[in-house]
């Protein structure tokens, strides 16, 4: 996993994050930032360093804020987790992921046994709104960060919205989302809007060449140009020979192809596949696989809608606790079911290509 913060050598978490951290240090003027941005471009060290750079001391107070040095007080606990006037608000299941707990987390072994949180929820929010009201430990002001805020149940979200309108004096609020539309109005319109884009495609794929991801361009088409998706695609054994042989793959049932992929990413392959297999059925180039990796032929679109809907469904319960090797297995049949069906129809001109659900 790549760095969150500024370290002591002085480098950004991201090397993509230079332009944006000071096009947003020169641009930021309220008190709430919503960061739109989604996590596979760096959304969390990209809002995390921003918040370094608020709270850096290599400045005297009141100075015009730079990125952060990495070797200041302030950014040394920052890099640790221990700032007293930062608050990092994630759901329980990514402050496990990234060691970033809040001060009430416990684990013991009940809690260890069930599923953590994928909400903020309405406790948590209170614990963000009453540090608040506290006066700064070191003078910097004090930043809370809410990543990701779609991640806020409805009651938690209405809980924040009078401390987002008018925190106290020197709070600053940042708030991340993907996808800034599956937020409460009420609380998008209380806070300046920055966006975050995709990487330069030649600057992400030098970065993951060296972090040892090889072919990393077929990646990043796979992964619509976000390289840290690309990076934890790398790191669960999805390689780019892996990516360009899939369709040919599922095109023969091969029901291997997807035996080893977290049932996530390969559901996500599958529609992806078939997004690329519609395109060329409309005389469109593929977007997520190379041309030549695409089975031959001029399958019919129809088809491929009723596979589209299949997987639909199937997605809507990625989280059910699926025997991963059966379902890559059905999945694989079903694909060639739906190939094989368009090829069909193609000659024939007969409906068909339909397939129930398990």
């Not at 060290?45 to 070797?71: D, N």
């Not at 409805?154 to 940042?174: D, H, Y």
Request: aromatic share 4%; proline share 8%.
């Amino acid at each position: 996993m790549s760095a969150l913060v500024v370290g002591n050598d002085g480098q950004l978490p991201l090397p993509w994050l230079a332009e944006p951290l000071a096009r947003a240090l020169a641009s930021q003027r309220g008190h709430a930032l919503l960061v739109h941005a989604s996590d596979g471009n760096g959304a969390l060290p990209f809002t995390l360093t921003l918040a370094q750079a608020w709270l850096c001391e290599r400045a005297a107070v009141g100075a015009h804020a730079h990125a952060p040095c990495g070797r200041c007080a302030s950014c040394h606990m920052i890099s640790q987790h221990l700032h007293p006037d930062l608050f990092v608000l994630m759901p329980e299941i990514l402050r496990r992921a990234h060691a970033w707990p809040l001060r009430d987390d416990k684990v013991d072994a009940d809690d260890s046994k069930r599923k953590p949180s994928k909400q903020v929820r309405i406790d948590e929010v209170r614990a963000l709104i009453d540090w608040t009201t506290r006066t700064s430990a070191r003078g910097r002001g004090k930043v809370a960060v809410l990543h990701p805020a779609d991640s806020l149940n409805v009651q938690a979200a209405n809980a924040l919205l009078k401390t987002l309108e008018e925190p106290p004096p020197g709070t600053r609020l940042l708030l991340c989302s993907a996808d800034p539309a599956r937020l409460l109005p009420t609380l998008r319109s209380r806070c300046q809007v920055f966006p975050l884009a995709a990487p330069d495609a030649a600057v992400a794929a030098a970065w993951l060449t060296g972090q040892g991801v090889a072919q990393a361009g077929v990646l990043l088409a796979a992964c619509s140009g976000r390289p840290l998706d690309v990076l934890a695609w790398s790191q669960a054994g999805v390689n780019a020979a892996a990516w360009a042989a899939l369709p040919q793959a599922v095109a023969h049932g091969q029901g291997g192809a997807l035996a080893a992929w977290p049932v996530p990413l390969a559901l996500d392959a599958l529609l992806k596949l078939c997004h690329d297999a519609t395109a060329v059925a409309h005389g469109a180039p593929p977007r997520f696989f190379p041309a030549s990796a695409m089975p031959a032929g001029h399958p019919d679109a129809s088809a491929l809608v009723a596979w589209a809907r299949e997987l639909a469904r199937v997605v809507r319960h990625a989280e059910h606790p699926w025997n991963e090797g059966l379902l890559a297995e059905s999945l694989i049949a079903q694909a060639q079911r739906a190939l094989a069906a368009a090829g069909t129809m193609q000659l024939s001109g007969q409906v068909g290509g339909q397939f129930g659900g398990r």
